[in-house]
T-cell receptor, first 115, second 114 residues
Framework: EPEVTQTPSHQVTQMGQEVILRCVPI?????FYWYRQILGQKVEFLVS????????KSEIFDDQFSVERPDGSNFTLKIRSTKLEDSAMYFC?????????????FGSGTQLSVL | GNSVTQMEGPVTLSEEAFLTINCTYT??????LFWYVQYPGEGLQLLLK?????DKGSNKGFEATYRKETTSFHLEKGSVQVSDSAVYFC?????????????FGTGTQLKVEL
């Protein structure tokens, strides 16, 4: 089965530093997503991206966050100035179509630790 | 807003035991319901889904029935194996302007022992 690939698997950074989390979605997919899970809490939606623009974002996704699809294959999440509370597992996902019953394909996640 | 509540883990069972992981939801409209599974070191994978009331999703011996009257989507398996050890996430979806937004529960860790 095709896979979504995320790099790095672990990222440690100092508070206030910028981080970029990278994802390679499945090649023929059109819809891209970022989710995160803080330890012990629910997996939370951050943002969805379609046709080279953000289609929806959550309250968590403030001005410190941005997403980009720079070259047609990668999908990145940038956190401009990390805070301690940004420490979480970040999951990238993609889907081929839009319907509400459509399967999302998830990567294995990037564990971000902000010190 | 939408929300999903699932039973806390970890759930520890012996091999061949019966499994139930409870999931209830709150939603406006008529969401689709999912169970995703995360094996150690891997991403979330779709286990099964149901798109309307009374639908039963099934896969790999797991089943869940979309119960609108009780707003539930409990996961069951008649006989678990050690290889079923993983974290199980219940989720519902709502269609947004440009995609499919999932609302997840907290996940339930299942440990199956010999």
């Amino acid at each position: 089965e095709p896979e979504v690939t995320q790099t790095p698997s672990h990222q440690v950074t100092q508070m206030g530093q910028e981080v970029i989390l990278r994802c390679v979605p499945i090649s023929n997919h059109l819809y891209f997503y970022w989710y995160r899970q803080i330890l012990g809490q629910k997996v939370e939606f951050l943002v969805s991206f379609y046709n080279n623009e953000i289609s929806e974002k959550s309250e968590i996704f403030d001005d410190q966050f941005s997403v980009e699809r720079p070259d047609g294959s990668n999908f990145t999440l940038k956190i401009r100035s990390t805070k301690l509370e940004d420490s979480a597992m970040y999951f990238c996902a993609s889907s081929a179509r839009q319907p509400a019953n459509e399967k999302l394909f998830f990567g294995s996640g990037t564990q971000l630790s902000v010190l | 807003g939408n929300s999903v509540t699932q039973m806390e883990g970890p759930v520890t069972l012996s091999e061949e035991a019966f499994l139930t992981i409870n999931c209830t939801y709150t939603a406006t409209g008529y969401p689709s319901l999912f169970w995703y599974v995360q094996y150690p070191g891997e991403g979330l994978q779709l286990l099964l889904k149901a798109t309307k009331a009374d639908d039963k999703g099934s896969n790999k011996g797991f089943e869940a029935t979309y119960r609108k009257e009780t707003t539930s989507f409990h996961l069951e398996k008649g006989s678990v194996q050690v290889s079923d050890s993983a974290v199980y996430f219940c989720a519902l979806s709502e269609l947004t302007g440009g995609g499919n937004k999932l609302t997840f529960g907290t996940g339930t860790q299942l440990k199956v022992e010999l």
